[in-house]
């Protein structure tokens, strides 16, 4: 169907409720038409993601309850077991996130499946846990993550509590497409599905569970715990649980954004709510600065991801980026467990093909090995999974260069609250020694090499910017740059066609010959193409040199192709 007769049959149609036309009737920019309807909203691995309003290709009660279809009858193919084992389902501060819970808990109980509801917003990795701690066969996070706020999503998550991998993403996507209307989706009454004990409401039990697993996670307790830290959560779900076990481990000095504290689905005052971007840290900062805190700390609104400033000795803050961030929690979290004698036997890191090479170089020295996955912690938690089977290694952390982290096993995704937990007792250890965490870095490049990354993001929307994604990676792979500078292209990995450990995906990355690479993807979950830069230098200049010339050339090349 052409999406003009789609947009007519949505106005056509009684099924769809009133304000849903009056919606569609107001439109009139004919592409505004075409990107609503001319394609559905695409079930992935990630599940769905995107911006709300009417239409096929956008974030709406109708899209929400076929993907929640697609899903129930995925559990009832797997038996009446799996249908008694349920769902469990959370949702973050975003708009219309708990009415899109609600109805897919009631499309769940329309189809006879249990489900677990949470009674107000949490933190994503709190979904990961209830469904490793409830036993459920999966579990529904309602979170657009850090997009802008037109955006809304929905992830599914399956036993392991870790996000589908391709072949439930596939029996899903298969039931969807086997949906011939809307009308033909179960769904049952909010009031009957609890009365029936098919919706189960889960609260404040499960939150304590986790604080307390939470703090057992520690490594040190003999640290300064009055290391003045400045928290914002960005009117997302982490203000709450880092709060709290932040306190409960004792510090003494965290600070809140008070414009940033409560959960607001506008984001008024930070716009992109993605703390990735240094601009995200405004508030953040002027108050550290009024402070002097050590440590600024930002987690993204459904609190899965976090990035940190550091005061310098120029008095204000400089922010690291993801492998920063994550080179430091590896050499503090092996270095103290090296020096305690309380690492694993066969330990192990996991980190992303476009995460950079010095947590693998510093996990060397401790004996711990680094495992590649694709892009994605459903890939990296995917491996954890594994060795719980086979037990040939250890899970120790997981990480990717888009700043998020995970240590140990309790959750199986990224998580924000044990990753600000640890960065606080790392600042707190180190305080102690009299030295910052910007110290810490430097003694690092120092043994281990300098090191600089880059990631850009070139954004390219609708229809054509779909199309013209595909036609920048189209030409890069069929042409590669084969110099940059002084630096030869050495090998050329690509994860679509290539046979790797990783796996397969749309994954374009050039190593060139004095150890520098880049790698060059579309996202996954925005209209976006990403460039990754990682360069090693001799200094830290020459490191920064690198990355300005391999972002020089390569972005050029991207951007000459219309």
């Known amino acids: 169907m052409e999406y003009r007769e789609r947009y007519q049959s949505w106005l056509d149609d009684p099924y769809f409720d009133e304000a849903t036309k009056a919606e569609l009737r107001a439109i009139t920019d004919e592409n505004e038409i075409e990107d609503r ?7 992935g691995t990630a599940g769905l993601r995107g911006k709300i309003g009417a239409g096929t290709n956008r974030m709406n ?5 076929l993907a929640t279809q697609g899903l129930a009858q995925t559990i009832i193919n797997h038996g009446e077991k799996a249908m008694k084992k349920g769902v469990a389902i959370a949702y973050d501060v975003r708009q219309y996130s708990d009415k899109f819970a609600e109805i897919a808990a009631r499309v769940l109980a329309g189809n006879g499946i249990k489900v677990y509801l949470f009674d107000d917003i949490r933190p994503t990795p709190m979904l990961s846990y209830t469904v490793r701690r409830l036993g459920t066969i999966s579990g529904i996070v309602v979170t657009a993550s850090h997009n802008p706020k037109e955006y809304n999503g929905y992830k599914v998550y399956w036993e392991e509590g870790s996000q589908i991998l391709d072949d439930i993403a596939d029996e899903i996507l298969n039931e969807i497409d086997s949906i011939e209307h809307f009308r033909d989706i179960k769904v049952m009454e909010l009031d009957e599905a609890k009365s029936k004990g098919l919706i189960e409401i889960i609260g404040g039990a499960i939150d304590d569970e986790y604080n307390d697993k939470l703090l057992n996670m ?14 914002t959560p960005l009117n997302g779900t982490g203000n709450i649980p880092v709060r709290r076990v932040l306190k409960d481990r004792g510090f003494t000095d965290i600070t809140v954004v008070p414009e940033q504290e409560n959960p607001d689905w506008t984001f008024a005052t930070v716009g992109y709510p993605n703390p990735e971007d240094t601009k995200a840290f405004k508030y953040a900062r002027n108050l550290g600065l009024k402070v002097k805190a050590d440590v600024l700390l930002a987690t993204d609104p459904d609190c899965d991801r976090v990035a940190i400033g550091v005061l310098n000795d120029n008095g204000d803050y400089t922010y690291l980026n993801g492998n920063q961030t994550g080179a430091l929690l590896i050499y503090y979290i092996l270095s103290q467990r090296f020096e305690k004698g309380t690492l694993p036997e066969n330990p192990a890191i996991v980190k992303s093909i476009v995460t950079g090479d010095l947590g693998k170089a510093i996990a ?3 004996g711990v090995t680094t495992f590649e996955t694709l892009t994605g912690f459903k890939h990296i938690c995917a491996m954890a999974n594994e060795w719980d089977i086979t037990e040939a290694f250890s899970f120790i952390f997981g990480y990717e260069e888009s700043i998020g982290y995970v ?6 995704d990224k998580d924000a609250v044990v990753s600000s937990m640890m960065i606080a007792e790392m600042a707190g250890f180190y305080k102690k020694q009299g030295l910052s965490l910007l110290n810490v870095l430097e003694k690092i490049y120092e043994e281990f090499g300098y090191y600089s990354e880059k990631q850009i993001s070139i954004v390219l929307e609708g229809v054509e910017g779909q199309q013209r994604i595909k036609r920048m990676m189209d030409d890069i792979r069929h042409m590669p740059v084969e110099s940059i500078g002084e630096m030869m292209l050495q090998k050329t990995v690509d994860y679509l066609s290539d046979e790797t450990d990783a796996g397969r995906s749309n994954v374009l990355k050039y190593y060139m010959d004095d150890g520098s690479w880049y ?3 579309p996202s996954g979950t925005e209209p976006k193409i990403k460039l990754y830069i990682y360069s090693k230098g001799k200094s830290e200049k020459d490191a920064k040199d690198k990355v300005e010339l391999i972002e020089k050339v390569v972005r050029h090349r991207m951007e000459s192709v219309e």
């Not at 309807?37 to 079930?43: A, G, R, S, V």
């Not at 520690?218 to 928290?231: G, P, T």
């Not at 240590?407 to 199986?412: A, K, P, T």
Request: glycine share 0%.
């Open 519 to 521: 790698a060059i993807r």
């Open 407 to 412: 240590y140990q096993d309790l959750v199986r």
């Open 364 to 366: 060397k020295k401790f």
């Open 61 to 65: 009660n109708y899209t929400i309850s």
């Open 37 to 43: 309807f001319y394609q559905d909203l695409e079930f």
């Open 218 to 231: 520690a490594i040190n307790d003999d640290i300064d715990k009055s290391v003045k830290i400045v928290f």
